[in-house]
């Protein structure tokens, strides 16, 4: 009933910027905190950043400066602009969203199926 397809991966040279785009569709009555997750090979996943309904924002340490999450509510879409990427910012990429797709229940957390970077020269 509620999808979240990211896009905007692919392969970077060292410095170079990306942009991912993650929308949501389905049942949609509300969503909440949405955010971007990355796990890179033989590592858990990881925080990146999450962004409120309202604007609020907090960032992994690592990333702090670097990278920039925002969203378009009516559009339902989070977005993380990522700058001067570094190898060691090669993961796969995860949306993140808790949705309520009606009044009568709670909210979820939703993932994407994942985008890979691969920052590389």
């Known amino acids: 009933q509620v999808q979240l397809v990211e896009s905007g991966g692919g392969l970077v040279q060292p410095g170079g910027s990306l942009r991912l785009s993650c929308a949501a569709s389905g049942s949609l009555f509300s969503i909440n905190g949405m955010g971007w997750y990355r796990q890179a090979p033989g590592k858990q996943r990881e925080l990146v950043a999450v962004?409120?309904?309202?604007?609020?924002?907090n960032y992994a340490d690592s990333v702090k400066g670097q990278f920039t999450i925002s969203r378009d509510n009516a559009k339902n879409t989070v977005y993380l602009q990522m700058n001067s990427l570094k190898p060691e910012d090669t993961a796969v990429y995860y949306c993140?969203?808790?949705?309520?797709?009606?009044?009568?229940?709670?909210?979820?957390?939703?993932w994407g199926k994942g985008t890979q970077i691969t920052v590389s020269s």
């Open positions: 962004i409120t309904q309202a604007g609020s924002t």
């Open positions: 993140t969203a808790e949705i309520r797709t009606s009044v009568w229940n709670r909210g979820m957390d939703y």
